[in-house]
């Protein structure tokens, strides 16, 4: 599969069949997370695999396990949202937060170091070691579509940082940016309706 195609087929997947992802694949995987640029050249990243259930859910318990997808709806009626591809994505999406982290074929923490506070940035450039953590996630979730192995990424909340920080022994120094669900989708797994779009309309030359 080439790039183009790894990028085209790439999908997000909720639901998974619950077979573990082979540690060769697993590797590929995070080699390409870390061939990503990285703004001080150091590729400071480290990866903490979860593989242990139990562990899965000391570090996502604060996650909700009851939302049904009538009460998620109901949030939808709620928030305001009015676009109907958007709205139909968290429906699905909302009571999926819980499982898809217990029942992904592999889980990743990706961490990075953070030599700053992330979420008191002084300016645009103090957000460069976030943004290049991001480059290598997007590049794992290519390899990921290349081997046929597709994920979801969830940031997560202050409690579960918390969580993870002390179940997983992540250093004061590094930050949890999101937690990469991964693995092999049910039969019947749902795909998330991208929106169409027309890439000349996204184009601008010299001015927008």
Known sequence: MDAFEAIKTR??????????????VRDRIIEAGMAAPS????????????????????????????????A??????????????????YIDA???????????????????YEPGKLLTPSDLSSLNYFASIWCSIENMLIEASSENVY???????ERDRVAMRSELRIPD??????????????ADARRTKQKAFSVADRIHTDRW
Not at 44 to 65: C, G, M, Q, Y
Not at 96 to 108: P, T, V
């Open 151 to 157: 994920g979801v990424t969830r940031i997560p909340s």
């Open 39 to 70: 703004n001080d050249h150091m590729r400071k990243w480290e990866f903490v695999v979860v593989d242990d259930r139990a562990a899965r859910l000391r570090i996502i318990r604060s996650i909700a396990s009851d939302i049904t997808g009538e």
């Open 72 to 89: 998620a709806r109901k949030r939808m009626e709620e928030s305001g949202l009015t676009d109907d591809d958007q709205r139909e994505m």
């Open 94 to 112: 909302i009571p999926k937060q819980r499982s898809m982290l217990l029942d992904a074929g592999l889980l990743i923490v990706p961490c990075y």
């Open 173 to 186: 120094e590094y930050e949890i940016p999101c937690v990469l669900a991964l693995g092999y989708p049910e």
């Open 11 to 24: 999908k997000t997947i909720r639901d998974f069949d619950g077979r573990k992802v082979d540690d060769a």
